[in-house]
């Protein structure tokens, strides 16, 4: 197998910043090459009954509306496999911190779990200037992050296990559907930081390869509310369909102002790829009903792994809560960890990589199984549909699982945006 770690992730904001202006190369995460300096030496206790891990997730800031619920998840996982026994015979331990929206937070809060409260993993972030802000921080002290929401791609780090999706699992099947419902211009809406700008060169890539036409490309600042012009600027464009990277309660603000101007799904659909149900609910479902969104679960899957998810999850924290696809697969995230300490027999980092490879669970969207070459999953691709009752609805779906390709080397088109050392 080929090795599809990569050097220099100490410059991943860096060349983000390049793919940005550029169109060009961007660096992926993974063991810096030419760093001398030690990795901090494991404080994590096997010694007795339990074993701690951490839950870190934004529970106050911009991203609350989304990551609350994630942290939820986790928590249910944990309750559940501590119910039936534990990992290694031992009761997991949950410390959880808060985010609070901001990367820097992020890191610090990484490095205390680590350091001060020695747990053997974390789960949690949410945006992709979050996880980069704590990538190195997990390298330097060779801990393990299971990060759980859809992303850019274009990285690849040893310490860091992708159970969202990356590009080739949702980004590209979401222009692909909309290529093949006749769309042939589109307008780009995000968020001002990594992800969107990463994932809209990216479509701007693709566009190009098939003669779509981008009428235009705007930004607001992270939790930014006035969206005014810009949905002038849409509306006034004519494009048959806007792409949407908004992230956190900026896409209640968008969608309202959205509505206002009487724009509709049926006559400008909105292809989201950050709106699950829990937002739905914050933006109005008569602000949002008939638009898009493209994930890899829905509440509404149907299969019994997923009902008792459902009912598992309502009767923990109330029958008016909803699933969604970060929740579940920050859920899996929980589940595939403890299956590879249970394959490896052990919790040491380097024992867990070693064993990761072809871990498998059967999740809620189905089955997801980790690929030890670049550690995401293979999984289904769904492009949802909102309805009245404010859940997303499958209009498509993928095959079957799609194997991960974080790096975009299955795409002729993406090959001046593939991660050069």
Do not use: C, H, M
């Given at each position: 197998m080929q090795n599809r770690f990569k050097p220099t992730s100490r410059a991943l904001a860096a060349s983000a910043a390049i793919l940005i202006a550029a169109g060009s190369a961007a660096a992926c995460g993974g063991a810096r090459a030419g760093d001398e300096t030690a990795a901090a030496e494991s404080c994590v206790d096997t010694s007795g009954d339990t074993i701690k891990v951490g839950a870190l997730n934004s529970l106050s800031g911009t991203m609350a509306i989304s990551e609350t619920t994630v942290n939820d998840a986790i928590h249910l996982a944990v309750d559940e496999i501590n119910a039936a026994g534990g990992v290694m015979d031992k009761q997991i331990?949950?410390?959880?911190?808060?985010?609070?929206?901001?990367?820097?937070?992020?890191?610090?809060?990484?490095?205390?779990?680590?350091?001060?409260d020695c747990v053997a993993s974390v789960f949690g972030g949410w945006t992709s200037a979050s996880r980069k802000a704590m990538l190195p921080v997990f390298e330097d002290n060779d801990s393990l992050l299971y990060y759980p929401v859809q992303y850019e791609g274009l990285e690849a780090s040893e310490n860091i296990f992708y159970?969202?999706?990356t590009t080739n699992q949702q980004i590209i099947p979401a222009l692909d559907y909309l290529a093949e419902t006749g769309v042939k211009s589109i307008y780009l809406v995000?968020?001002?930081?990594?992800?969107?700008?990463?994932?809209?060169?990216?479509?701007n890539a693709y566009a190009a390869a098939h003669d779509i036409e981008v009428l235009g490309e705007d930004y607001v600042q992270l939790g930014g509310v006035d969206f005014s012009t810009i949905v002038q600027q849409v509306n006034a464009s004519g494009a048959d369909a806007v792409f949407n990277t908004l992230n956190g309660d900026s896409n209640v603000a968008f969608f309202?102002?959205?509505?206002n101007v009487g724009l509709t799904a049926e006559e400008m659909p909105v292809m989201s790829v950050s709106i699950a149900e829990e937002?739905?609910?914050?933006?109005?479902?008569?602000?949002?009903?008939?638009?898009?969104?493209?994930?890899n679960y829905y509440q509404t899957v149907e299969s019994d792994v997923n009902s008792t998810f459902v009912e598992a999850f309502k009767a923990a924290y109330g029958a008016d809560r909803v699933t969604s696809d970060p929740m579940e697969a920050a859920y899996n995230s929980?589940?595939?960890?403890?299956?590879?300490?249970?394959?490896?027999?052990?919790?040491?980092?380097?024992d867990i990589q070693?064993?990761?490879?072809?871990v498998s669970f059967e999740s809620p969207e189905g089955t997801v199984v980790i690929d030890g070459d670049n550690h995401h999953v293979a999984k289904t691709a769904r492009i949802g549909e909102i309805q009245s009752d404010g859940l997303l609805y499958t209009v498509w779906e993928s095959e079957g699982p799609i194997e991960p390709d974080p790096f975009l080397e299955g795409y002729d088109w993406a090959a001046d945006l593939t991660v050069t050392e």
């Open positions: 331990e949950l410390v959880d911190e808060d985010g609070a929206s901001e990367p820097t937070v992020f890191a610090e809060k990484a490095e205390k779990l680590i350091r001060e159970t969202g999706a995000g968020s001002d930081y990594v992800f969107p700008r990463t994932a809209n060169a990216i479509i309202r102002e959205y509505s937002e739905v609910g914050g933006i109005g479902v008569e602000n949002i009903e008939g638009q898009l969104a493209a994930w929980v589940y595939l960890w403890a299956a590879t300490v249970e394959k490896a027999e052990s919790f040491a980092v380097a070693a064993n990761a490879d072809g």
